[in-house]
């Protein structure tokens, strides 16, 4: 890599970790939100929805200045907005309404990154799949620090701590950006610029609805983890407490075996990269997705040790895809307008993914918990007939 692109890679990589970072730390906090403000489950999750939902909703706009005006500005934005409204947060962790109003905040500034990051790195990192995979590390290692950090912190010191720590996480990356002097103002890549697949406006459409579908698949997952392993993991935790001399919380240890389950996803976005540099992409995606089906499955009827077995396979493949499915979205988009067709790509898995929130609360109350890994398992069931579709539109292409 040249030095312009390890810069490049320094400041994607972390707000990669920090955007993901900011919407996972609500999850590992919502039993200690429930009973801080007391209000059921349900209600309290709902606080979220506005934030999911501006997370991915923003994309497409945030991609449409980021082309116009480069990746620079919308970045100094997207830390320096999250960085406050999650301090804000942290003053008003008993007032449900202004609560959820500074995590909308949080969500719409959030939602700046990936449109953003991922065009910088489809734009000017010559080996994508190999950009996208270390980008992606760095994205699954703040899914995996958030519930560690968050769960530690209001262990000592409540929910105040934070969302004050996640505020100033986020006002740390304005000093990284100093690393880049300027946005797209570099030379494009040229394998991209005449790369490009004739008439490939057709699987890109089937592309995005195969995105979609996964992004009802990892949002529905990353809200319920925490709180899950918590009320089914109750034998393991007892475990736990012995080894530790009655050290620790249910909802501490929850917060452990979720961040060790994306550090196992970390694990899968490097051989998701892997995998893109060495066989066919649309191969690589279909049989990643077709893994986490009896996985879902699995984690619905298990509990203890067997769950996070089950739940560590299911991330596993479920991550591992991601540098398959941003490296899909390159090759089949406009170099010029990269950022906009991520922007597009996040309004669908973030925007959509974000009515999954309340897809959990309706079957968690109708059936239970373990019932939405069954519908989950349902969802990517048709996932994978879609894939097979572009598929299908990408091979008459190439032929």
């Not at 993901?20 to 489950?41: D, E, I, K, S, Y």
């Not at 262990?155 to 100093?178: K, P, R, S, T």
């Not at 690393?179 to 030379?187: D, E, I, P, Q």
Request: charged letters at 10%; proline letters at 4%; a positive charge.
């Amino acid at each position: 890599m040249t030095h312009r692109e390890r810069s490049i890679l320094k400041v994607t990589c972390f707000g990669h970790f920090v955007s993901h970072f900011n919407m996972l730390v609500f999850p590992a906090v919502l039993l200690p939100l429930t009973a801080r403000m007391g209000m059921g489950l349900v209600e309290t999750l709902a606080l979220s929805f506005w934030m999911y939902l501006l997370f991915g909703v923003t994309a497409l706009p945030w991609g449409f200045l980021a082309d116009r005006f480069g990746s620079r500005p919308l970045l100094i934005l997207f830390h320096l907005g999250a960085g406050c409204c999650g301090i804000l947060a942290s003053f008003n962790v008993s007032n449900p309404a202004i609560f959820t109003f500074c995590l909308a905040g949080i969500g719409f500034f959030s939602g700046i990154y990936h449109p953003v990051g991922l065009g910088w790195i489809a734009k000017e990192i010559e080996n994508t799949s190999r950009g996208m995979a270390l980008n992606g590390m760095y994205g699954n290692l703040g899914l995996a620090a958030a519930p560690l950090l968050a769960g530690s912190l209001n262990f000592f010191w409540g929910v105040e701590a934070v969302y004050m720590v996640l505020g100033a996480v986020n006002l740390i990356g304005l000093l990284l950006l100093y690393l880049v002097r300027n946005g797209h103002s570099g030379k494009q890549k040229a394998s991209m610029a005449g790369g490009q697949l004739k008439g490939s406006f057709k699987p890109f459409v089937v592309l995005l609805l195969a995105m979609m579908l996964g992004g009802v698949v990892y949002r529905a997952t990353t809200v319920t983890l925490p709180a899950y392993f918590e009320l089914q993991n109750r034998d393991l935790y007892q475990m736990f407490l012995g080894i530790s001399g009655q050290l620790g919380s249910a909802n501490l240890f929850a917060t452990l075996i979720t961040s060790m389950i994306y550090l196992v996803g970390m694990a899968g976005q490097y051989y998701g990269g892997r995998v893109g540099q060495k066989i066919d992409l649309g191969r690589g995606y279909l049989l990643f997705h077709l893994i986490t089906i009896p996985a879902a499955l699995a984690m619905a009827w298990t509990s203890n040790t067997p769950l996070v077995i089950f739940d560590m396979i299911h991330s596993f493949f479920l991550l591992g895809m991601q540098p398959l499915e941003n490296t899909l979205v390159a090759r089949l988009s406009p170099p010029k307008l990269h950022s906009s067709a991520y922007g597009l790509k996040f309004v669908l898995t973030f925007g959509v993914g974000a009515l999954s929130v309340s897809m959990v609360g309706g079957i968690k109350e109708i059936f239970g918990l373990n019932a939405v890994y069954i519908a989950l398992a349902l969802v990517s069931v048709c996932l994978v007939f879609v894939i097979m579709l572009l598929n299908h539109y990408r091979y008459q292409q190439a032929i």
